[in-house]
């Protein structure tokens, strides 16, 4: 079953802080959020693990609630190189499948 | 490059060929993955492997998808009697290993089925 996200598309001013949400209806074993800019590959952003465990950029910072089977992604003092479509990936339950199913996206623009 | 490669990057053919679109993954990631993506949507599960056997193939969409890794590397997607309906940005991706890691994302192949 796909995650859904939400919201679907963000607009921000340089500076401004948005959190994008992915939420699932099974059981999750990890999340992972990538960013995808027209044209482009995904680029990993964050992985996020049943039982806390946490790998991804510096400056980028989510969170996996197990029980609600929710993440959110926040992204703080936007710049424009954040622009892009957000998508989350989620992991089955079982822990050690490397199957992903992704959502539909978010659509984020920073304008100056 | 140390990153995913995808060949072709382009790829247009005729409703009803056959199509082979191939996947170098980073060296020494054990786990290759096969997704699609059409326009305004996520990447959709296909197929992942982990080394040389197909772990999970229950993305593929029919019988006539097929993809093979013999050598636990390179991997090549095969596609029959290709239809419109597969028009499709292919991607290809590798992590070290399978499940709880990161994979990294080739640049994909557009598939055109005209």
């Known amino acids: 079953q796909q995650p859904v996200q939400s919201p679907q598309a963000v607009i921000l001013r340089e500076g401004e802080d948005a959190v994008i949400n992915c939420s699932s209806s099974k059981a999750l074993y990890s999340v992972h959020w990538y960013r995808q800019k027209h044209g482009e590959a995904p680029v990993f952003l964050m992985i996020l693990l049943k039982g806390g465990e946490q790998k991804g950029h510096e400056k980028i910072s989510a969170s996996f609630n197990e029980k609600k089977q929710q993440s959110s992604l926040y992204l703080t003092a936007s710049q424009l190189s954040y622009s892009g479509t957000y998508f989350c990936g989620t992991g089955g339950g079982s822990g050690n499948t490397g199957k992903l199913i992704f959502g539909q996206g978010t659509t984020l623009q920073v304008k100056p | 490059g140390a990153g995913v490669s995808q060949t072709p990057s382009n790829k247009v053919t005729e409703k009803g060929k056959y199509v082979e679109l191939r996947c170098d993954p980073i060296?020494?990631?054990?786990?290759l993955y096969w997704y699609r993506q059409s326009l305004g949507q996520g990447p959709e599960f296909l197929i992942y492997?982990?080394?040389?056997?197909?772990?999970?193939d229950s993305g593929l969409p029919n019988d006539r998808f097929f993809a093979v890794r013999p050598e636990g590397s390179v991997s090549t997607l095969k596609i029959q009697r290709t239809e419109r309906g597969d028009s499709a940005v292919y991607l290809c991706?590798?992590?070290?290993?399978?499940?709880?890691?990161?994979?990294?994302f080739g640049p994909g192949t557009r598939l055109t089925v005209l």
């Open positions: 492997f982990q080394g040389t056997g197909a772990a999970d």
């Open positions: 060296s020494g990631h054990t786990a």
């Open positions: 991706a590798s992590s070290l290993v399978a499940g709880g890691n990161e994979q990294f």
